[in-house]
Nanobody, 128 residues
Framework: EVQLVESGGGSVQAGGSLNLSCAASGMTFTYFCMGWLRQAPGNEREAVAA???????TYSDSVQGRFTVSKDNTQNILYLQMNSLKPGDTAMYYCAAARLSDYDGYCPTLPYIHEYNNWGQGTQVTVS
């Protein structure tokens, strides 16, 4: 069973940084598409970053240049380094994963990662 546990959220002033972590178990990154999404109260869930098994990354326009997604394949940890944070980044952040085989060997583009079928419980990020 795949389990994802996020951590690293908190409260920070605008311009600050946070580094989110997602500890994964029951899976190996070699065979999974991974991503980060966020949801603010009253808003739809927004995909912000994705990384495929080969390490290729994609970002939403809203975070491009400020956020960096990475992973540690040996520790099975996914990261989201967030710099130059803005109040608009305030949201619950979720880690998500899907088997590469569910997508015929190619991870979907960023707008479709909300379809991933494995999710963590989320970690809150508040920027003031």
């Amino acid at each position: 069973e795949v389990q994802l546990v996020e951590s690293g959220g908190g409260s920070v002033q605008a311009g600050g940084s946070l580094n989110l972590s997602c500890a994964a178990s029951g899976m190996t990154f070699t065979y999974f598409c991974m991503g980060w999404l966020r949801q603010a109260p009253g808003n739809e869930r927004e995909a912000v970053a994705a990384i495929d098994p080969n390490g290729k990354t994609t970002y939403s326009d809203s975070v491009q240049g400020r956020f960096t997604v990475s992973k540690d394949n040996t520790q099975n940890i996914l990261y989201l380094q967030m710099n130059s944070l803005k109040p608009g980044d305030t949201a619950m952040y979720y880690c998500a994963a899907a088997r590469l085989s569910d997508y015929d060997g190619y991870c979907p583009t960023l707008p479709y990662i909300h379809e991933y079928n494995n999710w963590g419980q989320g970690t809150q990020v508040t920027v003031s």
